[in-house]
Nanobody, 119 residues
Framework: VQLQASGGGLVQPGGSLRLSCAAS????????MGWYRQAPGKQRELVAR???????NYADSVKGRFTISRDNTKKTVYLQMNSLKPEDTAVYYC??????????????WGQGTLVTVSS
């Protein structure tokens, strides 16, 4: 099982980016999926999470600016980021609880994608 994240880059303050993370491999089911971020010198923190229902939860710092969504047919989770601020600069990681062949649900991390907000 792999999680492949994409969509990071350099954007000016106030701009937008859309991150994507696709799961691949011998997958039977995907439960909740989410995005975390880690800024230089800081701990990794939750940005947003979406369950299979789906229901969502967000970090207070991104509420009203970021939107998480998922496409179950594509096994993909998205993070639409609007009104970006310099403090959103971080490496963003996707995460998912996945039921793969011959196993119960396990937690997987994707590789990070760097988001830089700067003028």
């Amino acid at each position: 099982v792999q999680l492949q994240a994409s969509g990071g880059g350099l954007v000016q303050p106030g701009g937008s980016l859309r991150l994507s993370c696709a799961a691949s491999g011998s997958i039977i089911g995907i439960n909740d999926m989410g995005w975390y971020r880690q800024a230089p010198g800081k701990q990794r923190e939750l940005v947003a999470r979406i369950t299979s229902v789906p229901s969502t939860n967000y970090a207070d710092s991104v509420k009203g600016r970021f939107t998480i969504s998922r496409d179950n047919t594509k096994k993909t989770v998205y993070l639409q980021m609007n009104s970006l601020k310099p403090e959103d600069t971080a490496v963003y990681y996707c995460n998912a609880n996945i039921w793969a062949t011959s196993s119960s649900y396990q937690n997987y991390w994707g590789q990070g994608t760097l988001v830089t907000v700067s003028s």
